[in-house]
């Protein structure tokens, strides 16, 4: 099972890189797909003793693949999720920084309560393999491409993504994607 998943991020991360295959645009409301992601990703925390928490400020659409744009998202909830210690949330939020066509940006944080990431690595943890030194052992799971393929689909919405440690504790990942 583990094999399948990491052949199927492969996969998935050669095709964004090599732009082999080019997914039909279509509008997303991304208030509505992050709802649906953090509603399957609180199933999953709530097993384990977390919550997941969804604040949406504005309405917000994009351009773009919303197949593509859902597995970068749940890429970094779950990530977020497997970090932060049971008894305490993720926060997930959505705001916009101006209106469409003034080159205004759909602005999604995801923050976790976790250890966060030393800070010579925050760049670091979206290459393909990396993973933070605390987060090697085989028991936490993945291989390092989740949020190399999250960073290459937000990349691929003409938009970016960044790392940072919280003032508070843990980590916080802010994606940028451009508003129509």
Known sequence: RRLDEMVGQLLSLARLESRAVEPDRENIDLGRLLGEVVADARFEAETSGRTVALVVGQPATIAGAAGLLRSALENVVRNAI????????????????AAAGNGGAAVITVRDRGPGVPEAELERVFEPFHR????????????GLGL???????????GSVAAANHPDGGLELTIRLPLV
């Open 148 to 158: 190399a393929i999250t960073r290459r689909a937000v990349e691929w919405h003409g």
């Open 82 to 97: 497997a970090h932060t210690p049971a008894g305490t949330a993720v926060d997930v939020s959505l705001a916009a920084t």
């Open 132 to 143: 933070v030194s605390e987060a090697r052992e085989r028991d936490s799971g993945g291989a």
